[in-house]
């Protein structure tokens, strides 16, 4: 086990005593109400005061991991994965954030863990969407099936994408395996820092994955493709298989086009949400913009885009509260002032973010904007 | 009486008017119903959360009963239609981990009626066991 001076060390978060240029872009920050954190002044606190400091301190369960400030930073410090260590140390000493939604996604994702679970989680493929037991490629619907289960009830599009996925790739001649025992990938587990669903989560995954033969897989969730690619091989071992988002594999194909003829789709005006693990964390900027411009859709640049995104809110489903909201109508204003008749992301979770943020009754008209998954705006012009 | 063990325990959340009076009067009458069962007293079965029965699965109970106020007779008027809510979310992601739906239970029981929550308890506690698959 680490310790707090370790962990400072290991990440080289000693160079935040001499800097703070990131409380400036913190969203945290910003919009902090008791009281007044930073990155800067809680590594200062693991410095100066230790442990106990720490702990206290509202950012070790509120920070985003956003990367927002990694980005600016002029030292290269990666203050997610300082904040990600310290939240293992403060969990291996009995802390942990506030579950959001009644814990019910942390309890899914540890009933997981049990190897002899058979879960029923293909029932959203149809008789119209062509499926192998045997295939080059795996698609990877993540938690999109349990997603509809709770969020239905506020439209979220849930296994419309999982379904708009397998669509397209139907369309591009594959015919992908789904796997009735995947587990979720322990993205949110991991950021947590908890380590042992993670661990357990991965291992299952592993195992299952490896032994299909396939070599490449396709997800429509950034935070699995980022915990596939980069968390896997750092934690538990190489899957060996080259794990793609979406977009990727769409940006291969310079016929795009071709493929997907755009129809009447002239007229509609859009604005792009770059999700923080496929932009940030994975870099994936452009090939989403070109697939919104191939569809013919005009878009319309938010102030905040590209590197400078803004996270939308909440992170591996620990402490939304005021803040958060906070994040979120900012950012759903931002949309809406672009005039922009729909707000694309590439992410099921900031749609769930979003969404939920605009059952507030208060802000009203002025946080409602159409919201959409890039994922079924190309598989809606097929 | 054999000591229940955790994987045979099947917790009970009662809310604490009609459900739980109906529950102290089968305690009152002596009316036998399952060891098995583990009493839990809510303030009103609206406050359930799939979280928390999901949370009873996670640590390893056979199964999960809400007993709640009948149809129009909540005290804080919309419990007991809130809970059927989520017990029917919560059969859905049952349904999705591969758990057996069954293994939720949901009854109503009119305050001081005991003889019904027995009938009807071991109904539920029946249904529960056969049903078991996994755990």
Not at chain 1, 90 to 114: F, L, N, P, Y
Not at chain 2, 22 to 48: D, F, M, Q, T
Request: aromatic content about 6%; charged content about 20%; proline content about 4%.
């Amino acid at each position: 086990m680490n310790t707090f001076a370790e962990i400072v060390q290991s990440n080289q978060a000693w160079l935040c005593l001499d800097c703070g240029k990131c409380s400036s872009v913190c969203p945290i920050t910003l919009h902090l109400v008791d009281g007044y954190t930073s990155p800067r002044l809680l590594v200062e606190g693991a410095v100066n005061s230790g442990e106990d400091r720490v702990l206290e301190d509202p950012l070790l369960w509120s920070c985003l991991t956003c990367q927002r400030c990694s980005e600016i930073c002029p030292s290269g410090v990666q203050f997610s994965e300082f904040i990600q260590d310290a939240r293992q140390l403060a969990q291996e000493g009995g802390q942990r954030g506030e579950c959001t939604h009644g814990g019910v996604i942390q309890s899914w994702m540890k009933s997981m863990t049990d190897p002899a679970l058979e879960q029923n989680r293909l029932d959203w493929i149809d008789d119209e969407l062509r499926i192998a037991s045997e295939s080059d490629v795996i698609y990877f619907p993540g938690c999109l099936p349990y997603y509809d289960t709770v969020f239905g009830k506020i439209d979220v599009e849930g296994t419309g994408i999982a379904k708009a996925a397998v669509k397209i790739l139907n369309h591009l001649g594959i015919e992908p395996m789904v796997l009735k025992n995947e587990r979720c990938c322990g993205h949110d587990p991991y950021w947590q820092g908890d380590m042992d669903t993670f661990r357990k989560l991965a291992e299952m995954n592993l195992e299952t994955l490896s032994q299909t033969g396939a070599k490449r897989l396709i997800t429509t969730c950034p935070e699995c493709a980022f915990t596939l690619k980069s968390t896997y091989p750092e934690q538990v071992g190489d899957l060996g298989l080259e794990v793609l988002h979406i977009t990727e594999l769409l940006a291969e194909d310079e016929n795009f086009h071709n493929i997907f003829p755009n129809n009447d789709s002239e007229s509609l005006s859009v604005t792009y949400h770059d999700p923080c693990r496929l932009g940030r964390f994975m870099g994936i900027y452009q090939q989403p913009r070109d697939m919104i411009d191939n569809l013919g859709c005009e878009l319309i640049e938010m102030g905040h885009h590209a590197q400078t995104s803004i996270c939308c809110g909440t992170s591996c489903w620990t402490n939304c509260g005021q803040l958060n909201k906070k994040v979120q109508t900012d950012r759903l204003k931002e949309a809406r002032s672009t005039g922009a008749e729909k707000l694309i992301t590439s992410c099921v979770k900031c749609q769930i973010h979003y969404r939920c943020a605009q059952e507030d009754p208060v802000s009203g008209n002025e946080i409602q904007i159409d919201i959409q998954d890039l994922t079924t705006l190309i598989a809606e012009r097929i | 009486m054999n000591k229940t063990t955790a994987k045979e325990k099947i917790i009970l959340f009662t809310c604490n008017w009609h459900a739980f009076s109906s529950l102290e009067a089968a305690g009152i009458k002596n009316l036998v119903y399952s060891p098995a069962l583990v009493p839990i007293r809510i303030s009103c079965l609206g406050r359930i959360t799939p979280g928390i029965i999901l949370k009873a699965f996670e640590g390893g109970a056979a199964g999960v009963c809400l007993v709640g106020c009948p149809e129009g007779e909540c005290h804080y008027q919309n419990g007991n239609r809130e809970a059927h809510e989520v017990f029917e979310e919560s059969r859905n992601l049952l349904r999705l981990l591969g758990y057996n739906e069954n293994l939720l239970q949901y009854h109503l029981n009119s305050a001081g009626d005991g003889e019904s929550f027995q009938v009807n308890i071991d109904n539920l506690v029946k249904n529960i066991q056969e049903n078991r698959k996994i755990r």
